[in-house]
């Protein structure tokens, strides 16, 4: 099952068996859906059994919902979940390659890169458009290794910074000696012995 937010274009695929009826549809959309983003104020789907049952019309009838259905003369009618579901397709043959039974598993992956991938018409991904910004992935994680070429500039600034840094070093140092100096200069120098009354 594919849902697609009409405003962020926000995905979520979610495993589902051909044998399923409406009411466990409806178990999964309240269960996976739902619970993010609350009840629809619409809906569209296409015309398959379940979503024309009388429980299933019943049901969002009742939660105020109003449902649209797609038809194969007007498939247009919700294009963004027809361009969603080619992308799927090509995002699960990337995945899947030679492991076809492990699909299901690959559906979290997928769902990530597409709501990570920017929009050709917001710019924007989905989830920056839902939370602001594009969560981390794990190479966001891991340090890239330092490259080969460097900059010259860089490298002399480096340089700069450290023997700056070695300056003020020993100019503390300079100065605490001075300071050290004059102050012990007024004290005597007694040498106690073990044993001596202090």
């Known amino acids: 099952m594919v849902v697609v937010d009409r405003f962020s274009k926000m995905a979520h ?3 589902c068996r051909t044998t399923h009826d409406a009411s466990q549809i409806a178990h999964l959309y309240f269960k996976e859906i739902v619970r993010l983003h609350g009840i629809p104020k619409s809906m569209v789907s296409d ?4 979503f024309l049952s009388h429980f299933w019309l019943t049901l969002w009838r009742k939660m105020g919902t109003y449902l649209r259905f797609s038809t194969i003369c007007y498939p247009q009618t919700d294009g963004q979940t027809e361009v969603t579901n080619r992308t799927l397709g090509s995002l699960l043959r990337a995945l899947v390659k030679k492991s076809v039974k492990g699909w ?3 559906l979290r992956h997928a769902e990530f890169a597409f709501n990570r ?7 924007l991904s989905p989830f920056q458009v839902v939370y602001g910004c594009n969560p981390r992935t794990p190479l966001d994680l891991t340090p890239l290794p330092t490259p080969a070429k460097f900059s010259w500039e860089a490298e002399k600034r480096a340089k700069e910074i450290k023997d700056l840094h070695t ?3 020993e100019r503390i140092e300079k100065v605490n000696s001075q300071i050290m100096q004059q102050v012990n200069k007024h004290k005597k120098g007694v040498q106690f012995q073990p044993g001596d009354l202090v």
């Open 47 to 50: 015309r398959d059994t379940k």
């Open 167 to 169: 300056q003020v070093r």
């Open 117 to 123: 991938a920017p929009s050709k018409s917001t710019r």
């Open 13 to 15: 695929f979610i495993p």
């Open 104 to 106: 299901d598993a690959l």
